[in-house]
Structure formats: structure tokens, C-alpha cells
């Protein structure tokens, strides 16, 4: 599914392994250790070779980690992009807070984006899987963030492309942008 916004702007639903995907950058949801994981986290660090751990351990040592909500930039070894954005959501709770640094984190990876002029930016479901929020609460947060930027800010991003894991989260991204559309 795809959305194309005014502006010619085009936001894209597809189910598939974000390591596969062609973009300038990756987004990868990454914890605050900035050490791997599971996940999209693994799936990146394996596919995109050692590079990545090395570049994250060099942040690491100068910050200590990243935030929740926030995220920092690596290149990205073999995988098909030149970036990759790794954005610590939050762990859900169910409170108030957790809204606001989903969309922080989604916003962070757009603010890397226009400072290194990326034109194709790819983003997983953040915080959906081991982080357990929601999906029919993270979809609306997620698609209404990137979709506001894209609408409405003068920005380097051209398409931004949602890849999502299985059908299950696909479709709740489908529900979201139609929602979003429609108002």
C-alpha cells in the first residue's frame, strides 16, 4: 500500500526484511546499550556485517548508549544502504510517556536523515516486538509521525518505505494510514 501526499511525497507499506530493501537509510530498532539484539536489531548487525557493532561500540564509549527516543547514525556495512539509524523506542508501560518517545524516535531518524540528505529512508515497527507496545497503538504513532513530517516540513526525504515482518503488522499499519487518510 502506498500513500502520495501533495507535496509528491510517497509513504509505502510493504511486508518483507527491511536487510532487502534498497534505501539510503535503514532504521533499526536498537536498544539503549546500543549492543544488538533480536529482532530487526539482529537481522541488521547480521546482515550488515561486523562494521556496524564496531561504529556502535566507538558511540558507545564517547555517549554510554542512546536514550529512549532518540537515535544515532552508522554506515551500514553490506547491507543496501548507506546508513543506518538505530532508534531506542520505549519498553511499554501504558503510560502517556511511551506515545511520546515512539514518535521521538521516529522523528529522530527523519532529523538524521535530512542532516546527511537522504532521500529513501526504510523503518521497521518499532518497539512492537520483545518491547511489547501494541500494534494497534504503535501503528497510528508510527505512521502519523512520519507522515506529518513528510506533509509538512521542508525535508531531504523523498519516500519513506515501512517494512514490516509479517501480515499480522502489515495489516495494522494498512488500518492506521487509512485512518490517517481519511481525516
Not at 551500514?76 to 544502504?81: T, V
Not at 532508534?87 to 524516535?105: N, Q, T
Not at 513530517?149 to 499499519?173: P, Q
Request: net charge negative.
Amino acid at each position: 500500500m502506498q500513500y502520495e501526499f501533495t507535496n509528491g511525497r510517497i509513504l509505502h507499506l510493504v511486508q518483507g526484511d527491511i536487510t532487502q530493501v534498497p534505501v539510503d537509510a535503514i532504521s533499526n530498532a536498537a536498544n539503549a546499550a546500543l549492543r544488538g539484539g533480536g529482532g530487526v536489531d539482529g537481522a541488521i548487525h547480521r546482515a550488515g556485517g561486523e562494521a556496524i557493532m564496531a561504529e556502535l561500540d566507538v558511540i558507545r564509549a564517547e555517549q554510554g548508549g542512546c536514550p529512549t527516543g532518540s537515535a544515532v547514525a552508522t554506515t551500514a556495512g553490506r547491507l543496501p544502504a548507506t546508513y543506518v539509524f538505530h532508534a531506542v523506542g520505549p519498553i511499554y508501560s501504558g503510560a502517556k510517556r511511551d506515545a511520546e518517545m515512539l514518535a521521538s524516535c521516529y522523528r529522530r531518524c527523519l532529523e538524521l536523515a535530512d542532516e546527511r540528505q537522504v532521500k529513501r529512508i526504510s523503518f521497521p515497527s518499532i518497539s512492537t516486538g520483545v518491547y511489547g507496545y501494541p500494534l494497534d497503538e504503535a501503528a497510528p504513532i508510527a505512521v502519523g509521525t512520519v507522515a506529518d513530517w513528510l506533509a509538512n516540513r521542508e525535508t531531504s526525504v523523498e519516500e519513506a518505505i515501512f517494512v514490516l515482518f509479517d501480515r499480522r503488522t502489515l495489516e495494522a499499519y494498512e488500518r492506521a494510514l487509512k485512518a490517517r487518510v481519511r481525516n
